[in-house]
């Protein structure tokens, strides 16, 4: 089954009934898929951030920037509030055309 990463940015981990969007997280999505209609989430990875130490500031500034894999049985609900993200209007629409673009590719 081939597979697809795509980048989220900015992806809201809720919405409210407003429409107002809160904790935005920034990642990485892995996709296994078989066409543009048969795909799923197969794993997710965050990008971390932490403080640079007194070291590290010269090469990095005042923060450095690590992936980090997100375990869906550590972090069940994370996990899942990103694959609904994903996988439902209107962020799906954003998949599927990555997926249609790189099978095209492939022809």
């Given amino acids: 089954m081939p597979t697809l990463d795509i ?8 919405v409210d009934l407003d429409g107002f969007h809160a904790a935005p997280v920034d990642g990485v999505a892995d996709i296994h898929f078989r066409d543009s209609q048969e795909w799923h989430v197969t794993g997710i990875t965050l990008t971390g951030y932490r403080r640079a130490t007194a070291a ?26 990103i694959c609904e993200r994903l996988e439902h209007a209107p962020l799906s629409a954003n998949v599927e055309a990555e997926i249609i673009a790189r099978m095209e590719d492939a022809l």
């Fill in 7 to 14: 980048e989220f940015n900015e992806l809201p981990l809720l």
């Fill in 56 to 81: 590290e500031v010269e090469k990095t500034g005042v923060f450095v920037q690590k992936w980090v894999p997100l375990d869906p049985q550590q972090h069940e609900w994370l996990y899942n509030q």
